[in-house]
């Protein structure tokens, strides 16, 4: 797991501190995972490839540092709540759909989802996230302007609120 695969571009003005959330014996967070909860809100994991999709996965954020918990102890991790106000960078899935910028900016507006390239499963894994270019009403989402020529081999983007679990 490459750590700090999203980073923050442009943050609130007034960002708050940390949330620490809870998380099951298991799989760590890394710092920079996107963070989702379980439905029950009681602990949360390494987000899911193909998410967040609006209404279905809930995230809480991006992990602030790494989670505390081991293969057979429970544990927790800073978690830096989830915005539609911040511009999130992440690395493209496939880097020859984003690199020119009239093939960024064609899909500047585009609804995606987050890759991990580990889990292709519905079971939270460590992985490396990835920005996947594929339209779609309800991904969570949404690609932002960036000059690629100023910021090369990155996406930028924002979280919808539909996809956060405080909203």
Do not use: H
């Not at 279905?56 to 602030?64: C, D, E, K, M, S």
């Amino acid at each position: 797991m490459a750590q700090s695969d999203l980073l923050y571009y442009r943050a609130r003005i007034a960002q708050e501190g940390a949330i620490v959330y809870n998380v099951a014996a298991g799989t760590p967070i890394y710092a920079g995972d996107p963070v989702q909860v379980n439905l029950a809100g009681t602990v949360v994991y390494p987000a899911l490839t193909n998410t967040p999709v609006v209404g279905t996965n809930y995230f809480v954020g991006i992990a602030a540092t790494n989670s505390t918990n081991t293969s057979s102890a429970a544990g927790s991790v800073d978690v830096y709540a989830l915005s539609s106000k911040d511009v999130i960078l992440g690395n493209p899935d496939v880097a020859a759909s984003w690199d020119t910028q009239s093939e960024y900016d064609a899909l500047v507006g585009a609804r995606v989802l987050l890759k991990n390239s580990v889990t292709i499963t519905a079971t939270p894994t460590s992985g490396t996230y990835t920005v996947l270019a594929s339209d779609s009403t309800n991904n969570g989402c949404v690609v932002v302007p960036l000059n690629v020529f100023k910021v090369p081999g990155k996406v930028a983007f924002c979280f919808r609120d539909g996809a956060n679990y405080l909203a």
